[in-house]
Structure formats: structure tokens, C-alpha cells
């Protein structure tokens, strides 16, 4: 009898919480996540068209690349982590991953590495629909391994979207929105800078406080 009714008053508390999370329009506590990005990546950037809708990679020039023209390459990362949300619009993420070039290029070769990311970030919630915006100062992605590729890196911008459960115990995000975002990684040892152009999709599943 005393289970059922530790059961039962664990159960209230769990719907307290989300109602007034629901309430407030906020979510609280921790989700473990599952995603892939892919990226198509320039050092020398992109042009944009049909209104940003388009990005095509350049070369060392400013010209569209052509078929013949190796300077961009495509990479993909498949992570897991653990989001945290703050009842303020603010929270933070850890994730680990692997990271691998699926098309090599004149500055990197195909390869395979571990990574890691961390980042905070400030989020908004109305009507099921989450928005994160990354805060930049705090993004590194770093490269535990020895092998070729640069230590780590850092970026100028990254913008979350996503819709929420009614329970608030499932969260799908998509990176960018509904159009391609142009994202400057900055590179440490050796000192460079690259440009990326991404698009993925992570889902969240509600973990605890």
C-alpha cells in the first residue's frame, strides 16, 4: 500500500512539474539527445541566391566551384548528449560524437574522429514551438584525437528550431530553420577559418530535474 501511494504522489509531482512548465512556457530539467548533422564545407565560403535559399561553395577566386573543383568537402556527425533547460530561457549542452569526412578534399583527406561539443544558449517556447539561439562566446567543438585535423573550433552563429510534446517529455529540433544558415568555424592549431553550411536533426527525450 505504502508503494502505491509513494507511486502515486510521484506521479502528481510529475504532472505538477510539466503543468507549470507548461504554464510558464518553459522547460526544465535535463534530455538526453540522439542526432546527425551534414555539412558541406568551403575555407573560401559561399554565394548566396533565390534569396538565401541557395548556397554554392567558391573557390579561392570567388567562382562557383565546378564538378572538377576539389576545395569544398561534406562531412557528418552523428552525437549524443544531454541538453539542460533553466527556467530563466537559458540552458546548455554536452555531447560527444563522431565526426567523419565522407568526401575528401585539397585541404583534408577522408577520415574518421571522435569529438566533443559544449555550448549555453538562450531558448524561447510558445505554442510547442522552441527556438534555441546558440551564445557564441561559449561554443567549442574539440578534437581529442592526434591525427591531422585542427584541436578544436568555434562559431559565429548557430539557431536551433523545433517543436515540443504537450508532455513535454519529447522535443524534435532541426539545425538551421527553414533556410540554409552560413556558419564561419574558427579553427585553432593550426589557426584557420572555414565555412559551413549544415542541416540536421536531434530528438530529445526528457531525462529528469
Same mark, same amino acid.
Given at each position: 500500500?505504502?508503494?502505491?501511494?509513494?507511486?502515486?504522489?510521484?506521479?502528481?509531482?510529475?504532472?505538477?512539474?510539466?503543468?507549470?512548465?507548461?504554464?510558464?512556457?518553459?522547460?526544465?530539467?535535463?534530455?538526453?539527445?540522439?542526432?546527425?548533422?551534414?555539412?558541406?564545407?568551403?575555407?573560401?565560403?559561399?554565394?548566396?541566391?533565390?534569396?538565401?535559399?541557395?548556397?554554392?561553395?567558391?573557390?579561392?577566386?570567388?567562382?562557383?566551384?565546378?564538378?572538377?573543383?576539389?576545395?569544398?568537402?561534406?562531412?557528418?556527425?552523428?552525437?549524443?548528449?544531454?541538453?539542460?533547460?533553466?527556467?530563466?530561457g537559458?540552458?546548455?549542452l554536452?555531447?560527444?560524437?563522431?565526426?567523419?569526412?565522407?568526401?575528401?578534399?585539397?585541404?583534408?583527406?577522408?577520415?574518421?574522429?571522435?569529438?566533443?561539443?559544449?555550448?549555453?544558449?538562450?531558448?524561447?517556447?510558445?505554442?510547442?514551438?522552441?527556438?534555441?539561439?546558440?551564445?557564441?562566446?561559449?561554443?567549442?567543438?574539440?578534437?581529442?584525437?592526434?591525427?591531422?585535423?585542427?584541436?578544436?573550433?568555434? +562559431?559565429?552563429?548557430?539557431?536551433?528550431?523545433? @517543436?515540443?510534446s504537450?508532455?513535454?517529455?519529447?522535443? *524534435? =529540433?532541426? !539545425?538551421? /530553420? &527553414?533556410?540554409?544558415?552560413?556558419?564561419?568555424? +574558427?579553427?585553432?592549431?593550426?589557426?584557420?577559418? @572555414?565555412?559551413?553550411?549544415?542541416?540536421?536533426?536531434? *530528438? =530529445?527525450? !526528457?531525462? /529528469? &530535474?
Amino acid at each position: 500500500m505504502k508503494k502505491v501511494i509513494l507511486l502515486m504522489v510521484g506521479i502528481l509531482v510529475v504532472f505538477s512539474f510539466f503543468n507549470e512548465a507548461m504554464a510558464g512556457g518553459v522547460l526544465v530539467g535535463k534530455y538526453a539527445s540522439n542526432g546527425t548533422t551534414v555539412c558541406l564545407q568551403s575555407p573560401y565560403g559561399f554565394k548566396s541566391f533565390d534569396s538565401g535559399n541557395l548556397l554554392h561553395p567558391v573557390d579561392s577566386s570567388g567562382n562557383i566551384t565546378g564538378p572538377g573543383n576539389a576545395a569544398a568537402w561534406t562531412s557528418i556527425t552523428s552525437s549524443k548528449g544531454v541538453w539542460t533547460f533553466k527556467p530563466n530561457g537559458t540552458g546548455s549542452l554536452q555531447s560527444e560524437g563522431i565526426f567523419t569526412i565522407l568526401q575528401g578534399s585539397t585541404t583534408y583527406s577522408p577520415y574518421v574522429e571522435s569529438n566533443e561539443t559544449e555550448f549555453q544558449f538562450t531558448y524561447t517556447l510558445s505554442n510547442g514551438v522552441l527556438a534555441i539561439t546558440v551564445i557564441p562566446a561559449t561554443y567549442v567543438t574539440s578534437f581529442p584525437g592526434t591525427g591531422p585535423p585542427p584541436t578544436s573550433y568555434s +562559431i559565429d552563429q548557430r539557431i536551433y528550431e523545433g @517543436n515540443v510534446s504537450l508532455d513535454y517529455l519529447n522535443i *524534435v =529540433l532541426k !539545425y538551421p /530553420g &527553414p533556410t540554409p544558415i552560413l556558419e564561419k568555424r +574558427i579553427y585553432a592549431n593550426p589557426a584557420h577559418t @572555414n565555412y559551413a553550411s549544415c542541416h540536421g536533426e536531434s *530528438v =530529445l527525450v !526528457y531525462i /529528469g &530535474p
